[in-house]
């Protein structure tokens, strides 16, 4: 059976989520499961990459991982593919495992799957296609590695208990490689919980009318607490709220407790990023809007009307202990 990795990425805490979901799937792919983590931070991110299956860890402690865009992440992983010979990579579907598993395509010639749901051989996968409509199992061929990309929280992170051996990652980039260095970077300022690991997600879409509505949307999230609000692509490209707060295909992918839905028709691009959410509540004016189709608890009404009273009773209550 052949080695499954799984490029993990590193954040300010040590892995992202995404690199202990990928390796539970890992060790139902394979005995022999290794993860790539490279930037700082890294060699200290294998104790808990081991927990949740990597029997290595790849570890490239090099400044260059976080300055260089994409190139030096992918030259090393290419290096590492041509002295270890692994059968699958899984990539988390985030800007950083697109861009590094895209570059490394183009250098190995593997096969690249984007966008998978699932993977259930080391040469079959599961994806979605025509808007998600449709669930498909494809064979993975061409030449080993395969290069996955897997959508976030497919699958549901499990530690296994194990502990990793410790393989340090030397960069040496070309001389003559022309780099994409990060001269800037913008930490967003941050209140309440992230939209993907919030437990109550309330959205909004082109139903809210205006930007100024909004307030309304962060007032609920903050009198129900561990809340975060979502939107909808509509309200996205309109620039009303940033690209992060996106839900769907193009955007991220939800799953709470609690998804409230206001002024969102529940267009499919939208519906595949939150229909995974355990309850779907919905207020829309028009009662055939699709939404309610998936809806637990459908409102037919105005957002604009419902949301002071809705505010307004939840504070009473929290209040009211
Ligand atoms: C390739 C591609 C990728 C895409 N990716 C995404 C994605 O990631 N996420 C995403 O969200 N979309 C995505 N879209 C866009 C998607 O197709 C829809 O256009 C979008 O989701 C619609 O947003 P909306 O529900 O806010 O707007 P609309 O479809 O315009 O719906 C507004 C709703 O508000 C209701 N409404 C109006 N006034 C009120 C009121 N006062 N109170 C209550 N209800 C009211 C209306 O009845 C209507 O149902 C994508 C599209 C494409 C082609």
Not at 22 to 49: C, H, Y
Not at 172 to 194: C, F, I, N, T
Not at 201 to 214: E, F, I, K
Not at 225 to 244: K, L, Q
């Given at each position: ?190 209140s309440g919980p992230?939209?993907?690991?919030a437990r109550v997600v309330v ?12 307030a309304l949307l962060d007032r609920l999230a903050k009198a129900i607490g561990n809340a975060a609000v ?26 709470p407790d609690v998804y409230l839905?206001f ?16 309850r779907?509540v919905?207020v ?13 608890l459908?409102v ?6 419902i949301l002071p009273k809705l505010i307004e009773e939840v504070e009473r209550r929290k209040s009211a202990g």
């Amino acid at each position: 059976m052949g080695a499954v990795w799984v490029y993990a990425e590193l954040g300010p805490d040590g892995p992202l989520p995404s690199a202990l979901e990928l390796l539970t799937k890992a060790r139902a792919l394979s005995d022999e499961v290794a993860a790539v983590a490279l930037g700082p931070g890294a060699g200290a991110a294998a104790e808990t990459l081991g927990e949740y299956g990597a029997g290595t860890v790849y570890a490239g402690e090099d400044p260059a991982f976080a300055e260089v865009v994409g190139q030096a992440a992918a030259h090393a992983l290419a290096g590492l593919v041509v002295e270890h010979h692994p059968s699958l990579i899984l990539f988390p579907s985030s800007q950083e495992g697109r861009d590094v598993a895209g570059r490394l395509q183009a250098a190995l010639g593997s096969t690249l799957l984007s966008n998978a749901t699932d993977v259930v051989a080391l040469d079959r996968a599961v994806t979605q296609i025509f808007g998600d409509t449709q669930i498909v199992e494809v064979a993975l061929e061409g030449p080993e590695p395969r290069l996955v990309l897997m959508r976030p929280k497919v699958v549901a992170a499990e530690p296994s208990g194990g502990r990793a051996a410790v393989r340090p990652v030397e960069l040496a980039l070309p001389a003559d490689l022309p780099l994409a260095r990060r001269v800037e970077r913008h930490a967003e300022a941050a209140s309440g919980p992230k939209l993907e690991e919030a437990r109550v997600v309330v959205s909004g879409g082109r139903g809210m009318q205006d930007p100024s509505n909004l307030a309304l949307l962060d007032r609920l999230a903050k009198a129900i607490g561990n809340a975060a609000v979502g939107a909808t692509r509509a309200i996205v490209d309109a620039g009303w709220v940033p690209y992060h707060y996106q839900v769907g295909q193009t955007g991220k992918t939800v799953k709470p407790d609690v998804y409230l839905a206001f002024g969102i028709s529940g267009a499919t691009q939208h519906v595949v990023g939150m229909k995974g959410s355990k309850r779907i509540v919905a207020v829309n004016k028009d009662p055939d809007a699709p939404i309610f189709s998936l809806a637990d608890l459908g409102v037919v009404g105005d957002a604009l009307a419902i949301l002071p009273k809705l505010i307004e009773e939840v504070e009473r209550r929290k209040s009211a202990g």
